[in-house]
């Protein structure tokens, strides 16, 4: 096809288009137009209060339907807030599930993407059938649940596009018939999609960089309008243009790199033209491509929060109408004879009629079921009323919920609250009508936003029992990184789609050898080195999770974790949650620390992780084959996990079991490392070991302590162990190497508040930890950075003396 000519060169094409191709070309006009009036449309019905906020991607239409026509069953989407003429384009977006995720309706049925709990224009396919097991992908358009940090995306599209290089590589996998629903033959492109001002974050050049480097099928597409809300491309990207700055990726005959495109939004030959070339660069070469579509518009601003005609001057306004990508092709449709001017008028107001239809009926089905529920509670509140000595103050109630315009369900429940509040010492029949409504309500609720943090199924890794190692009579002493090695070498083996990569993990199988010879015996596909990149060796490992594989994600130490927390927290924890159970990302990532030197050695910032990644298992064994039975455990279920191996472990001598890839680890169970019955320690990771060495010495002034090592954070004690341990003991003493109000805070809320522990305290319960700083360099920089064996012992002392002086007289007075 022509290139489209601007305005002043436009002039009669010599193609003639068949009538199929002139149906098509309508065709792909009235969904760009239809999409178009689904954003006038939100809009108004945002700005009038019928939802809470509004995004949209008016402007982008006509690229999108150019993407969406060469993107293939099995290929996978990993965008942003901007792609609902894309996600109509291929089918897994309708107008009323636009709008009814616009109203946050919490239903999956009216809602499928993420049941009311994301803001609109987040979208995402269902992976998932409803017992948790994996659907054909294959068969499917697929699309991972986007996120709202600005390139967030990213790394995520990075993993989804390497699947497709592992599943073509990969000597055995497709040739078992449970993978052939992940894969044809590694054939799927992974499609990306992001602002250009957004490509301004770090994670976007770190993507782009190790793509170039891993060379995977992906076509990255960036809709370039100019701005970054109201700041212009000027303050955001050298040269003004991402495809300038990009031109040292560009690959060549004699180097591998990534092979960069660029089209202008409003041309629609063109843009069927670079889409279909993008396409078969990456599903035939795997090569990854970045399309850089220019010249985009944006008709009504960034959001509904605010109007471009605060930032944008008149004379870029009168621009964007002229080169918006709908009046562009409009009036070339009429140039070409593809469309009369009153045959698209019939179009478009056919198209605007069928938006309006299905917002109506979003609308209705939101508002009825919330009608529903406000008829049941006010015949509730009304009958009690009749009752009660506080009518009138009951009809106010009434009165307030049924006077908002948008019926929320806070307005409900509350109202029934509200009521039971003010007739709480009246005794009345109607009163136990309402308590039942509001607890049905409130498990009904719990489904609807709390629901799917983690697997509820019977694949969730905490149906995992334990099975403990067994020994030899006359067990090997080894390192403990050889009993991590050996196991990993058996889940290799027993799980073909088991691989691990990251930093020095390759070559050299790890920084202390805990994967050494694996690449030998696996090959680099399985078990691979990387950059120094941790937010996209996240990115990787959470992609092809959501792929069907069993990655392992190692970040070299506890401390680098900080560069892939964002994606950590706002990325994985929420996969599950985000979708409503509708995809699932079983990664595990592997890291070590605590105890080492320096300060960028010595992280131990357990508060922040289990606070920021709820979503995510949180295992630190104090021992590795302690971590080698956690591996185990959560390979058998289907939950991401972070895994934080004792660095001082590695080279200490432990017994090596015999039943190596089997014996498990249960997930949120503690262990009584040592029983006692004076007072509980409660800790784990290698401040544990510390512990344990002190028992002897407590014991020589006459202390039992009990020693529970956690061995997870999250889940934390689902048995409630520790607090039986408590009853018996009446003190407690937690200890933890995080900072002062850390995860120390986080156990004592647990077993003291959570399992009702302040019943059986005889004395304060008590925390040691870390100083607030990050330890300090060397043998001393950790004595006095961290909990020592004086520490311990003295503070277990303490208590007890506390109690009875007499026999435990003070150490210092």
Known sequence: MASTKTKKEKKSSDISYSQEQKQEIISDYKLAFKSREVAYLGRKETLTGKAKFGIFGDGKEMPQIAMAKYFKEGDFRAGYYRDQTFMMAIGQVTVQQFFAQLYAHANVEEEPHSGGRQMNAHFSTRSLNDDGSWRDLTAMKNTSPDISPTAGQMSRLLGLAEASKVYRNHDSLLEQDEFQKFSDGGNEVAWGTIGDASTSEGIFWETINAAGVLQVPMVMSVWDDGYGISVPRKYQTTKESISEVLKGFQRTEEQEGIEILKVKAWDYQALMETYEKAEKIAREEHVPVLVHVTEVTQPQGHSTSGSHERYKSDERLEWEEEYCCLNRTRSWMIEEDIASEEEIEAIEKEAEEEVKEAQRAAWKSFKSELKEELETVTALIEDLASESSKSEELNKIIKDMKAPIVPLRKYIVSGARKALRLTRDEN?????????????????????????????????????????????????????????????????????????????????????????????????????????????????????????????????????????????????????????????????????????????????????????????????????????????????????????????????????????????????????????????????????????????????????????????????????????????????????????????????????????????????????????????????????????????????????SEANPAKYPPIYE
């Open 428 to 800: 009345i029949s109607a009163r136990t009508e309402l308590q039942n409504w509001l607890q049905e309500s409130k498990e009904a609720n719990s489904y609807r936003y709390d629901s799917h943090l983690y697997s509820e199924g019977e694949q969730s890794p905490l149906n995992v029992e334990e099975n403990p190692p067994v020994y030899s009579d006359d067990p090997k002493s080894v390192d403990g990184r050889v009993v991590l090695r050996d196991n990993f070498d058996k889940l290799f083996e027993k799980y073909p789609e088991t691989l691990v990569f990251g930093e020095d993990t390759g070559k050299l199988g790890d920084v202390n050898k805990g994967l050494e010879n694996m690449q030998d015996k696996y090959g680099e596909l399985r078990v691979s080195d990387t950059g120094i990149r941790e937010a996209t060796i996240l990115g990787q490992g959470i992609g092809m999770a959501l792929r069907g594989l069993r990655p392992i994600a190692e970040i070299q130490y506890l401390d680098y974790l900080l560069y892939c927390f964002q994606g950590l927290s706002d990325d994985l924890a929420t996969v599950r949650y985000r979708s409503m159970g509708g995809q699932k990302a079983p990664l595990i990532v592997r890291t070590r620390g605590h105890r080492l030197e320096g300060i960028w050695h010595t992280g131990s910032p357990m508060g922040m992780i289990i606070n920021g990644i709820r979503g995510v298992h949180v295992c630190v064994p104090r021992n590795l084959t302690e971590a080698a039975g956690m591996y185990n455990s959560l390979l058998k279920g289907d939950d991401p996990a972070l895994v934080i191996e004792p660095l001082n472990a590695y080279r200490l001598k432990e017994d090596l079991p015999e039943n190596l890839g089997e014996f498990t680890v249960p997930l949120g169970i503690p262990k009584v490392v040592s029983e006692g019955t004076d007072i509980t320690i409660v800790s784990y990771g290698s401040t544990c070991n510390i512990c344990e060495d002190v028992l002897p010495e407590l014991e020589e002034v006459g202390i039992s302590a009990e020693l529970i090592d956690v061995r997870t954070l999250l889940p934390f004690d689902r048995k409630h162990d520790i607090v039986e341990s408590l009853k018996k003991t009446n003190r407690i003493l937690f200890v933890d190497e995080d900072v002062p109000g850390g995860a120390s805070a986080f156990m004592m809320n647990k077993v003291i508040q959570d399992q009702k522990g302040y019943y059986y305290l005889d004395s304060e319960p008590q925390c040691l930890t870390a100083k607030e700083h990050r330890g300090a360099y060397g043998s001393d920089g950790d004595y006095f950075s961290k909990p020592n064996e004086e520490d311990i012992f003295e503070a277990v002392y303490a208590l007890m």
